[in-house]
């Protein structure tokens, strides 16, 4: 191995860790005793029990969970529906509505949450778990669209054109043809969709109303409060199933490449 093959190898490893120390970190505070966090760990599981009594928690999960399941199935339906009408349709200001995507991405979801709070109160929709969930799907369309998007430029037409020549109808072509290629980015897309919405705090906070939260207003509110292990707990849940999908789509799809 070359001086410049051990430099990336050691360079790859720091970023690992720089991003991953933190994960770990919270993950074995899960199952330490203190709740002060006090050293030697005393391994414990005191407080995934505590938290199976802590109905806020699990009432703000469950509503993340509901709202991140539908939005990801909608999100993801419409995204790839509009990203093959951008790949396969010609249309006047396909190239406008395009670059149209690229802010909804940059904007600030400070700015977007008080624009769709706004908007909301004017249209008469008000504040809501079916306002939080049309607010997640708003921000999570330009990133379905995006990658379902790449995905279809990478093969082009040229298969869907073999398949209609061998007498195959629009209809056997998408399910046979296009829809297996595309398979991977949709997974891709619908996870970055599930992640956006169960992650989104600023929209969450603003369209929910008085008595209702999601999991991370939940979890900014018991940090206001007075932090409890329970959220540690709840975290090391939510990454250890999180990362488990991760790794299974990722060794179905072959998502990092063949070894």
């Not at 690992?16 to 002060?36: D, E, G």
């Not at 600030?108 to 799907?137: D, E, K, N, Q």
């Not at 619908?190 to 906070?205: E, H, N, P, R, T």
């Amino acid at each position: 191995m070359t001086v410049g093959s051990r430099l990336a190898q050691v360079f790859l490893a720091l970023i690992l860790v720089f991003l991953y120390l933190p994960i770990v970190v919270m993950t074995v505070m899960a199952f330490n005793r203190s709740p002060l966090y006090e050293l030697p760990i005393v391994w414990d599981t005191i407080w995934f029990t505590s938290l199976v009594g802590n109905d806020r928690l699990l009432t703000a999960s469950g509503n993340s969970l509901m709202i991140a399941i539908a939005n990801t199935v909608i999100a993801t339906i419409l995204g790839t529906m509009a990203a093959l009408a951008f790949a396969r349709f010609k249309f006047r200001g396909r190239t406008l509505l395009r670059l149209l995507l690229l802010p909804a991405i940059t904007i600030p979801w400070l700015i977007i949450g008080t624009a769709m709070l706004v908007l909301f109160f004017w249209t008469g929709i008000g504040r809501g778990l079916h306002a939080i969930l049309l607010g997640h799907v708003a921000l999570s369309l330009p990133y379905v669209i995006v990658v379902v998007g790449a995905r279809l430029t990478s093969f082009g037409i040229v298969l869907e054109e073999a398949s209609a020549s061998l007498g195959a109808n629009p209809w056997q072509t998408f399910w046979r043809v296009s829809f297996p290629v595309m398979a991977p980015g949709i997974i891709a897309a619908g996870l970055f969709a599930f992640a956006v919405s169960f992650d989104q705090f600023v929209i969450s906070y603003f369209l929910a109303p008085p008595g209702v939260s999601t999991l991370p207003v939940e979890i900014y509110t018991a940090i206001r409060k007075g932090f409890t292990p329970e959220v540690n707990a709840i975290s090391a849940i939510i990454i250890l199933v999180s990362m488990g999908m991760m790794l299974l789509v990722a060794r179905l799809y072959r998502f990092g490449g063949e070894r």
